[in-house]
């Protein structure tokens, strides 16, 4: 079956320090990853969403220079949260599909900066 | 505004009843899938639907594109299908998913 794997499940980083956060698809091709956060009381709130072969599109008030994304093979992508702050907590999800299929996701990164 | 809007935002039921969960839309989507966020924080696929309706065990599902809705029926409920629901739907534009606000699922014995 399809699945993808996201580590670390948590991290605690310093105010202004960066983490790096993995995401792994299993039994399918990842030709779509997408980035997703989940802040305090919220939804699930777009990042980015990156095709392999195409530019990574970020979504309106998320930009590269703070979340890098890099997505090199149909199995593998990461997300960088740079210069963590206290707005940046929350649970990140990667969301993996297979062309236009379902998206399966990770069971997260819960972020906690102190 | 949102463009799912996910009702209700929690509901209670006691074991063996039944209710269901609704997502709006304000624009056609392509497609909605429904998960179940379990008390590990894992998201759980329940069903991807283009149209139509899906069954599997006492979850049911209908999503129609026209009408910008989609449920999910749980009938017969247990203790382990607590948890938080989600819809997202996948717009025509970009193939992005949108998730709703989520529903607050508490089963009581």
Known sequence: GALVYQYPRRTICKSGTSMRMECQAVGFQATSVAWYRQSPQKTFELIALSTVNSAIKYEQNFTQEKFPISHPNLSFSSMTVLNAYLEDRGLYLCGARDGGAEVFFGKGTRLTVV | ?109
Request: glycine share 10%; net charge positive; proline share 2%.
């Open chain 2, 1 to 109: 505004g949102d463009q799912v809007e996910q009702s209700p935002s929690a509901l209670s039921l006691h074991e063996g009843t039944g209710s269901a969960l609704r997502c709006n839309f304000t624009t056609t989507m392509r497609a909605v899938q429904w998960f179940r966020k379990n008390s590990r924080g894992s998201l759980i696929n329940l069903f991807y639907l283009a149209s139509g309706t899906k069954e599997n065990g006492r979850l049911k599902s209908a999503f129609d594109s026209k009408e910008r809705y989609s449920t999910l029926h749980i009938r017969d409920a247990q203790l382990e299908d607590s948890g938080t629901y989600f819809c997202a739907a996948k717009d025509y534009n970009q193939g992005k998913l949108i998730f709703g606000q989520g529903t607050k699922l508490s089963i009581k014995p």
